[in-house]
């Protein structure tokens, strides 16, 4: 129903007919129009809302999954086909005991899935979700870790929450937290080896402080005590340093770098004629280099990751061991790169070392003859990838390694912006 000035409202129209003129036509009637609008509105608001929670449902990066009054799985989304593996058609219809039978195939033997049967009554029940109160059976939402080893190793929350309607019963979420709980566990691992790290100096450090205190000792002795507590305070400012230095570029992902755009030849120069100073055991023997380009580097950032290539090197190889640089100018599909490449002829790695040295405080030798941090590997690599870099080594037990630094050349201004 219209009105003159355009605007309208839905109206129900009925009626009844009493009596009819000999041609048929009504002659006699009554008729009622009832104002419907608002209904109408609420009808269209009600489809919207119902549109809406379907795309939620279908959209989650949560996995969920519902029971009906029969406590029988009723809808399932996309997101938890995709993180277990399962087909909707197989999990629609299925009880709560053959759902868990299900979830405990993908668990694995050596871990035991928690039954949705008996959660009301396990010890399970952390957080509460308010529900609204005409739909809440019992003090609501209960969270379990569930590990998972098929189609792949995961980590799930599973949250339940319990309800009282005539078509639903039961909601369960599963968040995939495997990314949160690897951090977690490498975050106790390094603490716990960054502890280690540094209790061992320090060990040695309060010993022979302690000896020197208590008597008195021969010149030799004390020149050797204080030699090692010398190298061990080296040692833990070197650690601390490096630990410094890892935690300002990750924390600030590349911010903490001052990017110029520099010629890098001069610089490969400088790091191996430092170490040919007079007196110094070691030398590098630097290959002639070719014409390179400009880089934007941080200069003192690229001199630290070189230096510490050089370092490893001399400290692999044997007292009169050749350690080598040199520097190319690679073209690889229209992008050029500058390789850097250290190249020694030391004790070399294993696959299995080869494989994690990019670890932090991983150490190949662990004789504890090779002084280090087992930081040296994993700064190098954070340097040259916020350079938009690559790190590649090769290496064979009795036969050295080799480190190829690559660093990208920008091509232009508005790229180096």
Same mark, same amino acid.
């Given at each position: ?50 549109? @809406? ?38 999990? $629609? ?26 959660? *009301? ?25 569930? +590990? ?10 599973? *949250? ?86 890892? @935690? ?7 911010? @903490? ?14 790091? @191996? ?50 350690? *080598? ?27 299995? +070392? ?16 090779? $002084? ?46």
């Amino acid at each position: 129903m219209r009105y003159k000035e355009g605007s309208g409202k839905w109206a129900l129209e009925s009626g009844m007919i009493f009596s009819k003129s000999q041609d048929g036509k009504a002659d006699n009637m009554v008729g009622t129009i009832t104002d419907i609008t608002r209904y109408h509105h609420l009808d269209e608001a009600l489809v919207r809302n119902e549109e @809406a929670m379907r795309t939620i449902f279908s959209q989650s990066p949560d996995g969920i999954v519902v029971f009906d009054h029969k406590h029988e799985v009723s809808l399932v989304n996309e997101a938890f086909c995709r993180m277990t593996g399962l087909a909707r058609d197989h999990l $629609l219809g299925l009880a709560e005991a053959q759902f868990d039978a299900v979830m405990q195939q993908l668990c694995g033997s050596e871990a035991r899935y928690s039954s949705t049967a008996n959660a *009301s009554s396990m010890a399970e029940a952390r957080v509460a979700i308010h529900v609204d109160p005409k739909h809440r059976r019992r003090a609501s939402d209960r969270e379990v870790v569930v +590990e998972i080893f098929r189609p792949e190793q995961r980590v799930l929350l599973r *949250s339940l929450i319990e309800l009282e309607q005539d078509r639903l019963s039961r909601v369960m979420y599963f968040r995939d937290i495997t990314a949160a709980t690897q951090v977690e566990r490498m975050k106790s691992e390094f603490l716990s080896t960054a502890a280690h790290e540094l209790r061992t100096p320090m060990s040695i450090i309060l010993g022979y402080a302690e000896l020197l205190k208590m008597r008195t000792f021969d010149e030799d002795a004390q020149i050797r005590m204080i030699n090692s507590i010398y190298d061990q305070s080296q040692s833990i400012v070197k650690l601390l340093n490096e630990l410094l230095d890892l @935690a300002r570029i990750e924390a600030r992902a590349g911010k @903490a770098f001052n990017m110029m755009k520099l010629p890098i030849a001069p610089i490969i120069t400088q790091i @191996a004629e430092s170490f040919m100073m007079p007196g110094d055991a070691r030398k590098v023997t630097l290959l002639p280099l070719p014409s390179l380009p400009e880089l934007m580097i941080d200069r003192e950032k690229i001199g630290q990751a070189l230096n510490n290539c050089l370092s490893n090197a001399f400290k692999f190889s044997g007292k009169d061991s050749e350690v *080598s640089l040199e520097a190319h100018l690679e073209n690889s599909g229209g992008q050029r790169a500058v390789s850097i490449i250290v190249r020694d002829h030391g004790i070399g790695m294993s696959e299995q +070392e080869l494989a994690r040295v990019f670890e932090k405080f991983y150490r190949a030798d662990t004789s504890g003859r090779t $002084l280090g941090t087992g930081l040296g590997m994993s700064l190098i690599k954070e340097i040259i990838e916020h350079h938009g870099g690559d790190v590649y080594i090769a290496s064979e037990p009795g036969k050295g390694t080799v480190i190829t630094l690559t660093l990208p050349v920008v091509e232009n201004e508005e790229m180096a912006s």
